[in-house]
């Protein structure tokens, strides 16, 4: 059942990539990143910054806002399930992020053709403020699912 068919919409292929790369994502679950909404190259992902995630400014480090940002562009590319990585990805940091601040990344596809695809990712907070904006570039693998079998929920 890992296979796209034609019992299954590419909204619940989407929902099923979610499930199976959540299950397997040490890293967001480590963050507390949770992912709220997801669909056909796109996806919603939030993350309250916590103390542990504050520089020496008393800011949330940039390095913690791109791993949301990157996250957010993984969940977006991969909604396919085909094995998607990224080959490339810059971001502009815009404002900081604050103890106890919910940040959004909002993660929507560009372009997709052939084996690559371009994602742009926005971070805002909870004031919808924007904070950051990221553009990623990714690779498919084709033939390759995202979620294999023995991690599909």
Avoid: W
């Avoid at 498919?140 to 929920?153: C, F, I, L, N, Q």
């Amino acid at each position: 059942m890992n296979e796209p068919s034609a019992d299954r919409t590419p909204q619940q292929i989407a929902e099923h990539v979610r499930d199976g790369m959540q299950s397997r994502d040490r890293a967001a679950r480590a963050l507390g990143i949770e992912v709220v909404d997801i669909a056909p190259g796109c996806a919603t992902l939030t993350l309250t910054v916590r103390d542990d995630m504050l520089n020496g400014h008393d800011l949330c480090h940039g390095g913690v806002i791109a791993t949301l940002a990157d996250t957010c562009f993984a969940y977006a590319c991969n909604s396919y399930d085909e094995l998607t990585v990224a080959s490339g990805f810059g971001i502009d940091l815009m404002a900081p992020a604050r103890l106890a601040d919910v940040l959004t990344a909002r993660g929507v596809e560009v372009a997709k053709g052939g084996r690559t695809g371009l994602y742009d990712v926005t971070v805002s907070n909870q004031r919808d403020e924007r904070i950051a904006v990221f553009r990623g570039r990714s690779y498919t693998m084709k033939g390759r699912p995202a979620v294999p079998p023995e991690r599909a929920s």
